[in-house]
Each structure stands twice: as structure tokens, then as C-alpha cells.
């Protein structure tokens, strides 16, 4: 009766095993998610994360840290391969800062999702610069995740902005300018059409390999400096596997035709 009482009723319903301590493989971008898109889980309070991903044109190297539950932001560093740094270095490949914050805004329980607000690119160059609100729930050995994009993360834009409600300056986004980044650009957050995006995680019982799969909301036609090839499909998926307690690596393919 007592191990009975401790499965959250989502379980019961369900007929499955309760959720255990999940496994948090970051995303391309060096958050917890899928391949593209983030979840809305963090790991222990005081944590680091390394997070090192090639997905053509982008190689994207990400420091994520945890100063308290709930609370993680992270710088990362992007060579832009179909890009030239320009003049000063024409055969080297553009290079692009960025820093991300991420807020739990709330736990996740025995019928609600835990949910977090993420800015990404908010003190940069701006190029990528998206935010989201996603929700997560754990059920047995499935994580799924469910969100709302705007930015980089909007660009497939499945409906109007319902901050529109707020007033009209949420109802149009303007286009990111290329600078040398340093500054805050929270004046543009949460504005313009918006983008549903949905992933999920089947973690083995050993907890060593994780499946994933995921729909992406951008539709890579309005990258930084150029369009990619239209993606054959918005679903991504892959496969992690856990070498060691502190190491993961990953495959994936995206956009129908890329590895990563």
C-alpha cells in the first residue's frame, strides 16, 4: 500500500512503473531536451554542463551552470561555417556569442508538468536570439515534453502571438541585428508568431541509452545569414547513450537529412 500511495496517479491511470530520477542529456543547443528543442528539467543545484555539437553549418561549443535549483544560464560559442568572418580572417568561418538563461517556474507534481521560461541568445549578437515555455512530465520511463517558441524558435509560426493580447508590439518581431554583441536584448522577447514544438524521451531501464524524438519549430528559413534546404520533415529523432556518469554522447538526424 505505501509503494502504491508513492505513484503519482498519472502512473496509476497509465499502467505504468512510477517515473524514476530521469536521464538529462542536453540538446544540441546544451540544454536538458531532445535534438533541437528543450525540456523543462535541470539537474542538481551547483551543477556544470559541457556541451560540445556539430550540426551543419553550426559547430556550437556550450557551458551551462547551476548556481541554484531552478536557475541556470550559460554562455555558448558558434562557428558559422557557410559564413566568412569577413576581411580580417576571410578563410575562417564567422564566429558568434551568444548567453542563455533558463527559469523553473514551476515543479513538476502528481498531475502537473513542471514548466520552465527559457531566453536564448538574450545577451549576444542576437542572430539566434528565441525564447520558449515548455512543460515536462514524466511517465515511467517516458519524458514528454510540450512548448510554445517565439524567435529562433518561432519560425515555423503555427499561430499569432497571444501576448497580442498584451498590445500590438508583441504581434511583430524585429529582425536581429549583427553586432558585436554585450548587450541585453530583452526588448524584442516574446514577440512575434510563435511555434508549437513537442519532444519525447524513452530512457532504458539501465538508463545508459535514451531514444528521442522530437517535432522542431524552426523551419530554417530564416537562418542568420542565409536560408538552409527546406526541411524534408520537422521531425528529428536519435539516440544517447551514457558512456559515464558524467559523460554522453549522441547521434541524430534532423531536417530529414542531416547528422548530428
Same mark, same amino acid.
Given at each position: 500500500?505505501?509503494?502504491? *500511495?508513492?505513484?503519482?496517479?498519472?502512473?496509476?491511470?497509465?499502467?505504468?512503473?512510477?517515473?524514476?530520477?530521469?536521464?538529462?542529456?542536453?540538446?544540441?543547443?546544451?540544454?536538458?531536451?531532445?535534438?533541437?528543442?528543450?525540456?523543462?528539467? =535541470?539537474?542538481?543545484?551547483?551543477?556544470?554542463?559541457?556541451?560540445?555539437?556539430?550540426?551543419?553549418?553550426?559547430?556550437?561549443?556550450?557551458?551551462?551552470?547551476?548556481?541554484? *535549483?531552478?536557475?541556470? =544560464?550559460?554562455?555558448?560559442?558558434?562557428?558559422?561555417?557557410?559564413?566568412?568572418?569577413?576581411?580580417?580572417?576571410?578563410?575562417?568561418?564567422? +564566429?558568434?556569442?551568444?548567453?542563455?538563461?533558463? /527559469?523553473?517556474?514551476?515543479?513538476?507534481?502528481?498531475?502537473?508538468?513542471?514548466?520552465?521560461?527559457? /531566453?536564448?541568445? =538574450?545577451?549576444?549578437?542576437?542572430?539566434?536570439?528565441?525564447?520558449?515555455?515548455?512543460?515536462? +512530465?514524466?511517465?515511467?520511463?517516458?519524458?514528454?515534453?510540450?512548448?510554445?517558441?517565439?524567435?529562433?524558435?518561432?519560425?515555423?509560426?503555427?499561430?499569432?502571438?497571444? !501576448?497580442? !493580447?498584451?498590445?500590438?508590439?508583441?504581434?511583430?518581431?524585429?529582425?536581429?541585428?549583427?553586432?558585436?554583441?554585450?548587450?541585453?536584448?530583452?526588448?524584442?522577447?516574446?514577440?512575434?508568431?510563435?511555434?508549437?514544438?513537442?519532444?519525447?524521451?524513452?530512457?532504458?531501464?539501465?538508463?545508459?541509452?535514451?531514444?528521442?524524438?522530437?517535432?522542431?519549430?524552426? *523551419?530554417?528559413?530564416?537562418?542568420? =545569414?542565409?536560408?538552409?534546404? +527546406?526541411?524534408?520533415?520537422?521531425?528529428?529523432?536519435?539516440?544517447?547513450?551514457?558512456?559515464?556518469?558524467?559523460?554522453?554522447?549522441? /547521434?541524430?538526424?534532423?531536417?530529414?537529412?542531416?547528422?548530428?
Amino acid at each position: 500500500l505505501a509503494a502504491a *500511495d508513492a505513484v503519482p496517479a498519472p502512473a496509476i491511470a497509465a499502467g505504468l512503473r512510477p517515473p524514476r530520477d530521469g536521464v538529462l542529456l542536453a540538446n544540441d543547443w546544451g540544454e536538458p531536451g531532445a535534438l533541437q528543442t528543450p525540456s523543462a528539467r =535541470f539537474g542538481a543545484a551547483g551543477g556544470a554542463r559541457l556541451q560540445v555539437s556539430r550540426v551543419w553549418p553550426y559547430t556550437r561549443a556550450t557551458v551551462m551552470l547551476q548556481p541554484r *535549483d531552478g536557475v541556470e =544560464f550559460g554562455f555558448r560559442y558558434t562557428g558559422i561555417d557557410n559564413q566568412s568572418y569577413g576581411p580580417v580572417a576571410p578563410g575562417q568561418s564567422y +564566429k558568434d556569442k551568444s548567453i542563455d538563461l533558463r /527559469l523553473r517556474l514551476l515543479q513538476e507534481g502528481n498531475w502537473r508538468p513542471a514548466v520552465a521560461l527559457g /531566453l536564448r541568445d =538574450f545577451g549576444g549578437t542576437g542572430l539566434v536570439a528565441g525564447e520558449y515555455l515548455v512543460g515536462s +512530465k514524466r511517465l515511467g520511463d517516458w519524458d514528454l515534453s510540450l512548448g510554445l517558441g517565439w524567435g529562433y524558435l518561432g519560425t515555423r509560426a503555427h499561430a499569432a502571438n497571444p !501576448l497580442k !493580447l498584451l498590445g500590438r508590439r508583441f504581434e511583430q518581431r524585429p529582425a536581429p541585428q549583427v553586432g558585436q554583441g554585450g548587450t541585453a536584448n530583452l526588448g524584442d522577447a516574446c514577440r512575434g508568431p510563435v511555434a508549437a514544438f513537442a519532444g519525447v524521451q524513452w530512457a532504458a531501464p539501465s538508463g545508459r541509452w535514451v531514444l528521442r524524438a522530437e517535432l522542431d519549430p524552426n *523551419d530554417y528559413q530564416r537562418e542568420p =545569414f542565409e536560408p538552409l534546404r +527546406k526541411p524534408r520533415t520537422p521531425l528529428n529523432a536519435g539516440v544517447g547513450w551514457r558512456a559515464t556518469p558524467h559523460v554522453d554522447l549522441a /547521434l541524430g538526424r534532423t531536417r530529414g537529412d542531416t547528422w548530428q
